[in-house]
């Protein structure tokens, strides 16, 4: 009887799999792309991340179109729609955007081509920010709620401390750097900004401050100091925003559209999302069209690959990074290669290592580095390979230096009753021990091995920018630059976005300006159902890669915390710097 309960049960459960499964499959691949349409104004609604590479779907419609949209997504949507005699014009609609200043320079560089084509491109706000109000001054007019508010009022850094908790829970944080700008350890080994730190970060904000002005002015009609003295009474209320110029005029969505597509002379049901744009099928227009690799590299550097509870990896490893620039490399259809960098670091070996395979794919197929938010310290490091490099004014760039923290956790210990004894055999074995501070001796070992790897860097360095290391020092030290002064000190190459990628790439590659261009994303966009059958390399089941504990805890880590815990010398940036 218990086998007989047994086997039904086992039948059932099969059952509803292969239902599910067959559900899945039919919608997958009974979907018909939508048509492309004869005559339609774009909707592009942009909301929270906006995101390099694209993340693992859900192939359901419902929940499929939810995904945001990529980077590359957003630039193809905006310049095949200024070029696209059936596009008549553009509705931005952005919402929470959590992006850096490169992204938001990208989307505001698509609205300014779609406006410049003729077009009219307008901007209806939700309780905007500085970066979705900077997005929509590319925008013939802006829009607002009559009941919303403009959140804008200038920018501001604000950096945490925790040596004063630690001192009390009776931890101490022992932070070595090369660099005297490589202050990644310090809100754990300090309880204030150093003067280093200061210098850096408000050559930062000013920059950021007088470009966000000068973009402003020039949009609004105004003076930057005007706009100045403007943003010093913000934020503002509604009717406050527009008796000051901030927006055109205040309506609601639905007479927004109506508005939108009278200017286009459609009806205000002639509308297609920029999701269901990006599936109809690209139009050559007679013009010949190349494949050229995207490769993402996005997020935390680390030695080993670490899954996400949906099945995509977080972070850039050398297994999986050297995977994709191999395939690259051996695909006959591909005619250059766009390495694209958001990145803030992290470990160095796992950098050098990535760096030899990005050099061994450049010396194959024509290659550009186009730099996103950030690209700095090991993220700088991987754009290394001698090619030309691309950074938007505001990417956060540079860092060249090497830290390493060690956490002493005597004074815990024995506030909990732990007590420890050494027994060691080798003058160093206990020099990462979490039960004493480093001697004197220690100190001079480890940074004997800081300074090997920081040499290291700036030759590495020196070779990609064609320069000495000795050249390379005065500008490296571990601080951070933005794009726009990176160029002046001659650490990236030219500032823009994709589009001036994509020029230099043509011209390395030998393609004629008329040549199409189809970007090949690496990775692909995948599915929970492609993640489901897909079986994985046994190479990813190392630390991090597993179902540890050690891999479920770096899920759920905030950006930047997991080359920390994994330990060694890092390469990564010295804070993470948010500018709202």
């Known amino acids: ?75 193809s949507v905006l310049r095949r729609a200024a070029r696209d005699p059936k596009i008549k014009g553009v509705l931005f609609k952005p919402r929470g955007l959590s992006v850096g200043w490169g992204k938001v320079e990208e989307i505001r ?34 829009y607002l709620s009559p009941e919303d508010l403009v959140d804008l009022k200038g920018l501001r850094v604000e950096a945490a401390y925790y040596k004063g908790t630690l001192d009390k829970l009776g931890v101490e944080v022992e932070v070595e750097h090369i660099g005297k700008y490589k202050d990644a350890g310090d809100s754990y080994s300090r309880s204030s900004m150093s003067p280093e730190t200061k210098e850096s970060l408000n050559a930062v904000l000013d920059e950021l401050y007088f470009r966000l002005c000068s973009t402003i002015g020039q949009s609004r009609h105004m003076t930057p100091e005007q706009v100045r003295t403007l943003l010093d009474d913000g934020p503002f209320l509604a009717p406050n925003a527009k008796s000051r110029g901030l927006v055109d005029e205040l309506n609601y969505e639905s007479t927004v559209q109506q508005q939108l597509a009278s200017a286009a002379h459609l009806s205000e049901s002639q509308s297609i999302s920029a999701r269901d744009y990006l599936k109809t ?21 680390v ?67 186009s730099m996103s938010d950030v ?42 009753g732990v007590s420890k004894e050494i027994l060691k055999r080798g003058r ?10 480093l001697t004197p001796e220690g100190r001079a070992k480890l940074r004997e091995s800081l300074q090997f790897i920081y040499d290291g860097f700036l030759k590495k360095v020196g070779e990609g920018r064609h320069k000495k290391p000795s050249e390379i020092d005065p500008v490296a030290q571990g601080r951070v630059w933005l794009g726009v002064h990176a160029q002046q000190q001659g650490l990236v190459d030219e500032l823009g976005g994709l589009d001036r990628a994509v020029a230099l790439l043509k011209k390395k590659a030998d393609l004629s300006e008329t040549d199409g261009i189809r970007l090949v994303p690496y990775p692909a966009r995948r599915t929970w159902w492609d993640e489901l059958f897909t079986k994985k390399d046994g190479a990813e089941s190392g ?38």
Not at 21 to 43: D, G, I, M, N, Y
Not at 394 to 408: A, C, D, P, Q, R
């Open 428 to 437: 160093f074995a206990d020099i990462d021990s979490d039960f004493q501070s």
């Open 303 to 369: 030695r080993g690959p670490i899954a996400s509870l949906l099945g995509d990896e977080r972070g850039i490893n050398p297994q999986t990074m050297g995977r994709q620039l191999r395939q690259i490399g051996n695909d006959p259809t591909i005619r250059g290669v766009i390495l694209r960098i958001d990145s803030p670091g992290g470990d160095a070996i796992a950098s050098d290592e990535i760096l030899d395979e990005v050099k061994k794919l450049s010396r194959k197929k024509p290659m550009v580095i």
């Open 281 to 301: 099928m690209p139009e050559s227009g007679g013009r010949k069209v190349k494949n050229i690799a995207y490769l993402v590299a996005q997020g935390d550097i």
């Open 543 to 580: 630390w991090g890669g597993g179902e540890g504990e050690a891999s479920m805890l770096l899920r759920q880590l905030p950006a930047g915390v997991a080359p920390w815990l994994q330990g060694g010398v890092l390469r990564v940036m010295p804070f993470s710097i948010q500018i709202r």
């Open 109 to 142: 560089q698509g609205l300014e081509l779609v406006r410049k084509s003729g077009k009219p491109v307008y901007a209806w706000l939700t309780s905007p920010g500085t970066k979705e109000y900077y997005a929509a001054t590319a925008a013939d007019r802006i």
């Open 1 to 75: 009887m218990k086998k007989f309960l047994l086997g039904i049960l086992a039948g059932l459960v099969i059952a509803v799999v292969t239902g599910i499964v067959l559900t899945f499959a039919a919608v997958k691949f009974a979907r018909r792309p939508p048509e492309p349409p004869k005559e339609a104004w774009l909707s592009l609604r942009l909301e929270g991340d906006l995101p390099e590479a694209p993340e693992v779907g859900v192939p359901l419609p419902a929940l499929e179109d939810k995904s945001p949209l990529t980077v590359a997504e957003v630039w």
């Open 375 to 416: 690209a700095a310290s090991g993220g700088y490091y991987i754009a290394m390979s001698g090619d030309p490099v691309v950074a938007y004014p505001g990417t956060l760039t540079g860092s060249i230096g090497v830290i390493y923290g060690k956490v002493n956790l005597k004074g815990l210990y024995a506030k909990i």
